[in-house]
């Protein structure tokens, strides 16, 4: 049984940072792209960023670029997301997601996403 457990949310103010982490059971991890999606209130599920089965390749988002890293340690089985100088429009629900390597290089479709975290909620307040 695959098992995405996502970790590091919470509160904190605009200009600051969080990293979140994600750790995949059940699967070969490092056979597998990883992504960082997010939902605010009230909006759909959005694409965040992405990082290939090695590490040696990451995409992300317009919104994102440059405040966010997507790493992964293969030997632990986790992927984090490095968020820094947060804004308000940054609050919502992060979640992780997993593929496996077979369906691309670079992958930000989330039907290709076949394994998802429960979610961590993140909030940026003024």
């Known amino acids: 049984q695959v098992q995405l457990v996502e970790s590091g949310g919470g509160l904190v103010q605009a200009g600051g940072s969080l990293r979140l982490s994600c750790t995949v059971s059940?699967?070969?991890?490092?056979?597998?792209?990883m992504a960082w999606f997010r939902q605010a209130p009230g909006q759909e599920r959005v694409f965040v960023g992405t990082i290939t089965w090695s590490g040696g390749t990451t995409f992300y988002a317009d919104s994102v670029k440059g405040r966010f890293t997507i790493s992964r340690d293969n030997s632990k089985n986790t992927v984090y997301l490095q968020m820094n100088s947060l804004k308000l429009e940054d609050t919502a629900v992060y979640y992780c997601?997993?593929?496996?390597?077979?369906?691309?290089?670079?992958?930000?479709?989330?039907?290709?996403?076949?394994?998802w975290g429960q979610g961590t909620q993140v909030t940026v307040s003024s």
């Open positions: 059940g699967r070969t991890f490092s056979n597998n792209v």
């Open positions: 997601a997993t593929a496996p390597r077979s369906r691309g290089l670079v992958i930000t479709s989330q039907r290709d996403y076949d394994f």
